[in-house]
């Protein structure tokens, strides 16, 4: 995981050396003379090859140090850490929106297939999975902040101003929530442990949210984790709709400016956690299914699950 | 009853979709947009760039049937026109993704070992950052225009296409038939093409349907940031953004657009799904 992260920077770093764009030049203005951009080139070791760049990255990396900002002069961690609680904050809100919207859908229409009520849903959720969330975005604030009026069409001053940035991350995630939530339950309630459950007097309720959906919930991690960690990185539309300051937004301008110390920074930040999270979903399917923890003691079946985890990852991923 | 047994495997898979009334519909829009898209030279009624500064933010009339923007450009013409460059974004990214994708993933599914290892070391660089982060920091990187926006998705969609393909052909490798193949002595290139690939990939194939309408979700979202499509060009991601600052007073300028992409990509949607429906052997009969 750690390697891969490292991979994932040198990449970046020999695209970037590799492409038109030159901060010195964008730091300078296009009256600067030769001599100041290769004296500034200097400054910023521009002029010493990718892998000794590369090395010193890592280097400085192993002790903490993301290294300084070409444009703010400031240090690049500083930085993170003061705007991703933003981003994580209304990804976090919507997440849990998502959750508390899609899953019930899911379990609802799966336990009510092919009647109306389970066609609606479906085509609903499946209208909100190909919208783009950003033209969703817009058109709810033109509807409650430039119509109405009752919510700010931008910023975070108060607490209003985050309804419309997370209704409309949320919706998008709901509706492929509810999509994954109710085939996995169709999958699951046709199984003999729930005619076991009904036959022994089990009230439905019961049945389908302690039996079914127990069983049902490991897709459905798959996908609220990927996606949480997913849109860490991915908040950058919302973001710049609705000018949060989150870290997003960060990288975008460090993007268009060229600055590497920032945009490597972030990018190793934003991959970390995002591994970090795909990790910890992994581990989490050891505490909710025991026959995942199993497998890891019992060595002799790893060959079989280990192909088939492989499977359902590349599925979730495709 | 006694036909059935008669249909080969792709007839069957055609038959079943064809009972699939969502699929249908949304094959048959796949098909007008398409048609729309080539043929936008000669449906659209003026040209995406004509511009006619007597007629700005024009309502809706016989000779513009769904009015003009603000530098009096038809709206309707635009959106045809915009049908091709995102057509060709999620269809291009899609293309390049699945050359690569499935090269390397077929690849490394038939022959495992160390050129497994190493492929898929490679695929897991590509899959630990984010989809639209490693999407907008490859275009930003290569420079906005429509050509590197498509680039940096396909590179973004390289690894799960190879994953895919991979698992399924894990699963196809020690078949019989397989076997059988090395054999009579098959030359690698011609087991991989007609005997393994054919029976490994029916997962892939829906994830590329549903792919082309996630590309074009993605193109439209990074043409929105300014990282695609530039303008004059019309696509639609980049219609969005223009409108974006007047949709106060002229909101049409903003829901066209995003209509046309969620019709696209919903047809896509619904195409992948009946496909998947009807590709899976479970569910036969």
Redesign the interface.
Same mark, same amino acid.
């Given at each position: 995981?750690i390697p #891969? &992260?490292f %991979? #994932?920077i040198l990449? &970046?770093m020999v695209?970037?050396d590799n492409?038109? %764009?030159d901060p010195a030049r964008q730091l300078l203005g296009d009256n600067a003379e030769e001599w100041e951009i290769e004296e500034m080139h200097k400054q910023m070791e521009l002029d010493k090859p990718v892998l000794y760049r590369y090395g010193k990255f890592v280097w400085n990396l192993l002790h903490g140090d993301l290294g300084i900002s070409y444009f703010t002069k400031s240090p690049v961690w500083g930085n993170i850490v003061l705007r991703f609680p933003y981003t994580l904050l209304i990804v976090t809100l919507s997440m849990v929106l998502a959750m508390l919207i899609g899953i019930p859908i899911g379990v609802y229409a799966a336990t009510h297939q092919y009647n109306w009520k389970d066609n609606a849903s479906i085509f609903l959720s499946?209208?909100c999975?190909?919208?783009? /969330?950003?033209?969703f975005a $817009?058109?709810l604030? /033109?509807i409650f902040a430039?119509k109405l009026r009752w919510l700010p069409p931008l910023g975070i001053d108060t607490w209003k101003s985050w309804i419309l940035p997370t209704v409309s991350l949320a919706i998008g995630y709901a509706a492929s929530l509810a999509r994954q939530t109710r085939s996995s339950m169709l999958e699951q309630i046709r199984q003999d442990y729930v005619v076991t459950a009904r036959a022994k007097g089990q009230t439905e309720r019961k049945v389908i949210y302690k039996h079914a959906l127990k069983n049902a919930l490991i897709p459905i991690i798959t996908i609220v984790g990927s996606t949480f960690?997913?849109?860490? %990185?991915?908040a #950058?539309?919302a973001e710049?709709i609705f000018s949060i300051p989150g870290l %997003?937004s960060f990288?975008?301008s460090a $993007?268009?400016s060229r600055d590497y110390p920032t945009?490597l920074g972030s990018?190793f930040y $934003?991959?970390t956690l995002?591994?970090v999270i795909l990790l910890i979903v992994d581990i989490v399917y050891g505490l909710v299914d025991p026959r995942i923890r199993s497998q890891f003691i019992r060595s002799k079946r790893k060959q079989k699950s280990s192909?088939k985890s492989? $499977?359902a990852?590349?599925?979730t991923?495709? | 009853m006694k036909k059935k047994k008669n249909r080969g495997h792709s007839a069957e898979v055609w038959y079943r979709l064809k009972k699939n009334k969502l699929a249908v519909v949304g094959m048959i829009v796949i098909i007008i947009v398409i048609l729309v898209a080539v043929l936008a030279p000669v449906l659209a009624p003026y040209s995406y760039d004509k511009q006619d500064l007597m007629h700005t933010f024009a309502k809706p009339s016989a000779e513009h049937l769904l009015g003009t923007d603000k530098f009096g450009r038809d709206n309707l013409s635009r959106l045809i026109y915009g049908a091709r460059s995102s057509l060709s974004m999620g269809l291009g990214a899609t293309v390049l993704s699945c050359i690569f994708g499935l090269t390397l993933g077929a690849i490394a599914g038939y022959f495992g070992g160390v050129v497994d290892n190493i492929i898929m *070391?490679f695929c897991?660089?590509? =899959?630990?950052?984010?989809?639209?982060?490693?999407c907008?920091?490859?275009s930003?990187?290569?420079?906005p225009s429509l050509m590197n926006a498509i680039i940096a998705m396909s590179l973004a969609h390289i690894?799960? @296409?190879a *994953?895919?393909l *991979?698992? =399924?052909i894990? @699963?196809v490798r020690d078949m019989e038939y397989i076997e059988a193949a090395k054999a009579i002595d098959s030359p690698h290139a011609h087991t991989i093409l007609k005997h393994v690939i054919p029976n490994a990939i029916a997962? @892939?194939i829906v @994830?590329i349907t549903?792919?082309i309408?996630g590309c074009i979700?993605s193109g439209?979202?990074l043409s929105?940031?300014g990282l695609g499509a530039q303008p004059p060009l019309a696509e639609w991601?980049c219609m969005?953004s223009e409108g *974006?600052s007047l +949709?106060?007073d002229h +909101?049409e300028l903003?829901?066209l657009p995003?209509i046309a992409? +969620?019709i696209t990509?919903?047809a896509f949607?619904?195409f992948g799904?009946g496909l998947r429906d009807a590709l899976d052997p479970r569910l036969k009969n």
């Open positions: 995981m #891969v &992260v %991979g #994932v990449v &970046v695209l970037l492409t038109p %764009g499946l209208f999975v190909s919208m783009p /969330n950003f033209w $817009l058109i604030v /033109n430039q960690g997913m849109s860490l %990185g991915g #950058v539309i710049t %997003g990288t975008m $993007l268009t945009i990018v $934003l991959a995002f591994s192909g492989a $499977l990852s590349a599925d991923e495709a | *070391r897991d660089l590509f =899959s630990c950052v984010p989809y639209l982060l490693m907008v920091v490859i930003a990187i290569l420079g690894p799960g @296409s *994953r895919l *991979r698992a =399924s894990l @699963s997962p @892939s @994830s549903m792919g309408g979700l439209a979202t929105f940031v991601g969005l *974006r +949709m106060r +909101m903003v829901l995003g992409i +969620m990509v919903l949607n619904l799904d």
